[in-house]
């Protein structure tokens, strides 16, 4: 259901005109906006860095990892799902992955910034997309799934984000996140992304607990690749002058095969349900109580 961002009714209806109030939400840049406001602030993230990670993710094994391990979950959790949410789906790339692996899902895009949903606009085929603060939901009993993929660790409130997925979701309804893991990960890639923290698995669970989640699976990924990532992380703890934000992300060639090939044994632990206690993110699925 629908939920007015002017006077918080509760609607069912395939438009979005408050039956209530009569308030419509604005378009901007030529997508519904629930948070118009917001629309062009760049704090948080840079707006030049859809158009650098458009190009990046395609080829990036992280990127590609992370998406097959969402649809994983998708599989396993939410068989029966009819509709999906992402929040903060950037320039579309998960979103893609999504589709394709699930061509009767209904899916949803948002974002804050509307310039990212033009970069997601050219690569999903036929997902809504909206700008919407994730703080400020406009949906109630919505969602089967809601996915925020690296997106809470970017915002002050995230309790009050989750809580704005539990609402969104349907009863039976859950929700699958990933959030960079170990404090003693954060390097100076963490505050150039504009993270506001590493989580460890004991504060999210505790977090999503408060707000109403039964947290059915949580895992670590990036676990036999952490010795590489820590020792990178370990050099740019500090910011240097020649720090190179899309090094880790433009890595190329044989290495960049190699570490698919690794992050594919690591999905199938996964897979098998082999605890990983360590690694670079952490893998939740959650359901609503
Ligand atoms: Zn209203």
Redesign the pocket.
């Known amino acids: 259901m629908k939920r007015?961002?002017?006077?918080?009714?509760v609607?069912d209806s395939a438009d979005w005109t408050?039956?209530?109030?009569?308030?419509s939400p604005a378009i901007v840049d030529g997508f519904t906006s629930f948070s118009p406001l917001n629309a062009h602030k760049s704090e948080g993230f840079e707006e030049q860095f859809y158009a650098q990670m458009f190009d990046l993710e395609a080829g990036n094994f992280w990127f590609k990892s992370r998406s097959k391990l969402i649809n994983l979950m998708i599989n396993k959790y939410f068989p029966e799902a009819k509709n999906m949410l992402e929040i903060g789906c950037g320039s579309g790339y998960v979103l893609r992955t999504i589709e394709k692996a699930y061509p009767g899902l209904s899916l949803s895009g948002s974002e804050i910034f509307s310039k990212g949903l033009s970069f997601a606009a050219k690569r999903v085929q036929k997902a809504t997309l909206f700008q919407m603060d994730a703080q400020e939901m406009p949906f109630e009993a919505e969602f089967d799934v809601i996915g925020a993929f690296d997106v809470i660790e970017h915002i002050d409130e995230d309790r009050r984000v989750l809580a704005e997925m539990r609402r969104a979701v349907r009863i039976d309804g859950g929700i699958i996140l990933t959030v960079p893991q170990h404090k003693w990960l954060w390097s100076y890639a963490d505050e150039y992304a504009h993270h506001k923290r590493r989580y460890t698995a004991n504060e999210l669970r505790e977090i999503l607990e408060k707000v109403g989640f039964r947290v059915i699976r949580m895992t670590s990924f990036v676990t036999l690749l952490l010795p590489i990532m820590y020792l990178s992380r370990l050099r740019n703890r500090k910011a240097r002058p020649d720090y190179d934000d899309t090094a880790e992300l433009s890595i190329g060639g044989f290495i960049s095969y190699a570490m698919e090939r690794v992050m594919d044994v690591e999905r199938q632990l996964i897979k098998c349900e082999v605890p990983l206690h360590a690694g670079g993110s952490l893998l939740v699925v959650a359901k609503r109580v």
């Open positions: 007015c961002s002017n006077c918080k009714h609607f408050c039956p209530d109030c009569g308030y």
